[in-house]
């Protein structure tokens, strides 16, 4: 056949098998309407009373490190230690790892793909087949030295889709790094106060025990002198002994809080056990003017929620894809022959071109299963995705109205305090006078704990 005649001819061979491809393609039924995605911008008033929609200001908080705004040097240190030695965020990094090989892979499918392959087989033609002789019978070297080529021809978006996700999925994992990341920070940051809280409540209680402990000193010289009874001496040992239980306790607390500490920077149980954090030089970050739909998009666990959602979507158009023909350009270009001193004759070469086509046509049941799976997939994603805007609303929205409260609450507080002094100076002055009892005393210096502790609570 001549060249012209040829050319025509393999032209028209691959326009019958698109035009095959196509009428031949499964149904893949109608199309299924997904869950709604919410819009964040519909359930994120702002926080100023005057404002009635969400508004949106470019501001830069909070800041990358906002540890940092504390001004606990020791508390940066230990959340940088974290942040480099914590085994959690390293299997997160892995995550980041295997999503950029697997995006990498989705990258090469969409190449041309080339093999080669040499075979040297020393082989023995039956006689009693189709080669006739002298080959049948006979054992001579089979070989071939092939350079083959495949190439997808991405006509309905198949690698595009593919390669959608694989983008979408390591958005995703390196999203979930940075929510670790900051989670972990959060944690170690929360964990670090409560080991100040237990502290300073040790404090309070040493101090409120070597004030019982005096106390107990005056209520039995009293007893000796006949001014008090035993009633009240048992009444005072009892508020001793407590004194002593909650010192026990706290220190059990402190204990459990410095391990927790060193577990969460990467470290064994004793490694924090000089730890001394302090609540009084702790500074709290101001809260911004505005609390506007904005700063959602600083969550780094919606951002990956929203990533995932993307890669659902990017699934659904793959499993559509897939009712419609694979067709791929194949060639290759070689050398074949029997024995070895003939493979390097020029006529061992041989070479070929042409499309290799895969139909979907009795498959539509699996198909369609397959793309309801994806759209089910989709539906979780959304539905995670409108959890956890919700759950990050409602968590911004718990921590403004507990920032606003525990002001007043520390007012109030301050009030309360002073008042159980001055309760607890008179009831002491008016035992030592003769005026009052040892009750009295033990009453107020209750009073007096409660409120410094509450204290310490709310700083």
Not at 150 to 158: A, S
Request: proline content about 5%.
């Amino acid at each position: 056949m001549r060249p012209g005649r040829r050319q025509l001819a393999a032209t028209a061979v691959v326009a019958l098998v698109v035009a095959l491809a196509v009428a031949g393609c499964a149904d893949p039924g109608p199309a299924r309407p997904l869950r709604p995605l919410t819009d964040p911008a519909t359930l994120a008033p702002a926080t100023d009373p005057g404002t009635a929609t969400p508004t949106i200001e470019p501001a830069p908080w909070p800041a990358e490190r906002w540890w940092d705004a504390f001004g606990d040097t020791a508390l940066s240190a230990l959340v940088d230690r974290a942040l480099s030695a914590q085994p959690s965020l390293q299997v997160a990094q892995a995550r980041v790892q295997l999503a950029a090989a697997q995006l990498d892979a989705a990258r090469a499918g969409s190449q041309p793909q080339a093999t080669l392959t040499a075979e040297a087989t020393d082989q023995r033609f039956t006689a009693k087949g189709l080669v006739p002789p002298a080959l049948g019978g006979a054992t001579r070297w089979n070989n071939s030295l092939q350079l083959g080529g495949r190439w997808e021809l991405d006509l309905f978006g198949r690698q595009r889709a593919v390669l959608d996700a694989a983008i979408g999925q390591q958005r995703a994992a390196i999203a979930d790094a940075q929510a670790a990341r900051v989670l972990l920070a959060a944690e170690l940051a929360t964990q670090w106060f409560a080991l100040a809280r237990q502290l300073e409540q040790q404090r309070l209680a040493t101090r409120a025990l070597d004030q019982r402990l005096q106390l107990q000193a005056l209520v039995r010289q009293r007893v000796g002198a006949g001014l008090d009874s035993e009633v009240d001496a048992a009444q005072v040992d009892a508020l001793v002994a407590q004194s002593q239980l909650d010192l026990q306790a706290l220190a059990d607390g402190t204990a459990r809080a410095r391990h927790a500490l060193a577990e969460l920077s990467g470290q064994g149980p004793q490694a924090l056990a000089a730890a001394d954090p302090v609540l009084a030089p702790l500074r709290v970050q101001p809260l911004p003017t505005v609390l506007g739909a904005d700063l959602l998009g600083r969550r780094a666990d919606l951002v990956a929620q929203r990533w995932r959602v993307e890669a659902a979507l990017r699934d659904i158009d793959l499993a559509r894809t897939r009712f419609y023909p694979d067709i791929d350009l194949v060639a290759f270009a070689g050398l074949s022959s029997l024995g070895l001193d003939n493979l390097l004759n020029a006529g061992a070469r041989t070479w070929g071109v042409g499309p290799a086509l895969r139909l979907p046509v009795f498959d539509g049941g699996r198909l369609r299963a397959q793309l309801a799976a994806r759209q089910a997939d989709a539906d979780a994603a959304i539905e995670a995705w409108n959890t956890t805007l919700l759950r990050a609303l409602r968590e911004a929205a718990d921590a403004v109205a507990t920032m606003q409260a525990l002001q007043g609450q520390q007012a109030a507080q301050a009030l309360a305090d002073a008042a159980a002094d001055r309760a607890h100076a008179l009831a002491l002055q008016r035992y030592q006078a003769g005026l009052g009892t040892s009750l009295h005393v033990l009453v107020a210096d209750t009073a007096v704990l409660a409120q410094r502790r509450a204290a310490a609570d709310l700083k």
